[in-house]
């Protein structure tokens, strides 16, 4: 039987987990209007990135009004 390894990642347009799960910060507000910082990535980018390393997306629920999405990757130990 296979034994998975599982991780749980957040991305929003204004916060992203790093590959270690921390969060980033990823949007600075002048002025009242926002700009990326270089830490921003796509959701498509973002989820390419998470899963180097040999994970896989498992599940993903996403909602709310910045786009908050949730995610769960997994990969063989």
């Known amino acids: 039987m296979a034994e ?3 991780k749980e990642r957040n991305w929003s ?3 992203q987990d790093n ?3 921390s969060s980033v910060l990823v949007i ?3 002025n009242d ?3 990326p910082t270089s ?7 973002w989820l ?3 899963c180097s390393g040999g994970w896989e997306v ?3 629920r996403r909602g709310g009004q910045d786009a908050a999405t949730w995610c769960i990757f997994r990969r063989l130990v």
């Open 28 to 30: 600075e507000w002048v």
């Open 13 to 15: 347009k204004m916060n």
């Open 48 to 50: 390419d990135w998470q």
């Open 33 to 35: 209007s926002s700009k």
């Open 39 to 45: 830490d921003y990535k796509s959701f498509t980018d």
């Open 19 to 21: 590959i270690d799960g």
């Open 58 to 60: 498992f599940k993903i």
């Open 4 to 6: 998975w390894e599982h």
